[in-house]
């Protein structure tokens, strides 16, 4: 069975400039949940994707975006890089749109915005 | 008021003693519930979920669920030094809804 991986597994980028972060789900799974999570604090939902549709979202603001692939691998883009910004994004995949729990986090890409 | 609210410790408990870990949340309607441990340096994993009130046992860990009091907790038995981690309480309404994380408790389990 293969895991949830992420790429890159480190970055680092300046203000304004784009990152496109990548996420293979997990073997069977068809839901992509991305997270941000910030040295101290918990996870925080961006948004959720199911079969290539959006299935909800965080209180994140539009420059973050994502897409999901026909094999369910899936991108989480952030335009207009800020400070605030350099986190540790966590990708989750899980079977289904309903939210049992389950979720299989990747290692996650860790951010950092000079 | 925070939906799910962990005190971030650490929380420091000799080995072989019982942890107890405790969050609660706001919103009323939650369905579901969930401990996800996080050691340094690594992703989360799900260690646990309850969605009745009471408790529920698995091995050294038993969680325990008050939606009355809209309070989840969960206790560690016989800790282990392999049990230091940061424990995050989740939650979420339905299950077509998003699962919200708690800030986690810092967990050291003392040799």
């Known amino acids: 069975e293969t895991g949830v991986t992420q790429s890159p597994t480190h970055l680092i980028k300046t203000r304004g400039q784009q990152v496109t972060l990548r996420c293979s789900s997990q073997?069977?799974?068809?839901?992509v949940s991305w997270y941000q999570q910030a040295l101290g604090q918990g996870p925080q939902f961006i948004f959720q994707y199911y079969r290539e549709e959006e299935n909800g979202r965080g209180n994140f603001p539009p420059r973050f975006s994502g897409l999901q692939f026909p094999n369910y691998s899936s991108e989480l883009n952030v335009n207009a890089l800020e400070l605030d910004d350099s986190a540790l994004y966590l990708c989750?995949?899980?079977?289904?749109?309903?939210?049992?729990?389950?979720?299989?986090f990747g290692e996650g890409s860790r951010l950092t915005v000079l | 008021q925070k939906e799910v609210e962990q005190n971030s410790g650490p929380l420091s408990v000799p080995e072989g003693a019982i942890a107890s870990l405790n969050c609660t949340y706001s919103?009323?309607?939650?369905?579901?519930f969930f401990w996800y441990r996080q050691y340094s340096g690594k992703s989360p994993e799900l260690i646990m979920f309850?969605?009745?009130?009471g408790d529920k046992e698995d091995g050294r860990f038993t969680a325990q669920l008050n939606k009355a009091s809209q309070y989840v907790s969960l206790l560690i038995r016989d800790s282990q030094p392999s049990d230091s981690a940061t424990y995050l309480c989740?939650?979420?309404?339905?299950?077509?809804?998003?699962?919200?994380f708690g800030k986690g408790t810092r967990l050291h389990i003392l040799p």
């Open positions: 073997s069977g799974h068809n839901t």
């Open positions: 309850i969605y009745s009130n």
């Open positions: 989740a939650v979420n309404k339905n299950r077509d809804d998003k699962i919200i």
């Open positions: 919103d009323r309607g939650s369905q579901s």
């Open positions: 989750a995949s899980s079977l289904g749109a309903a939210n049992t729990g389950e979720l299989f």
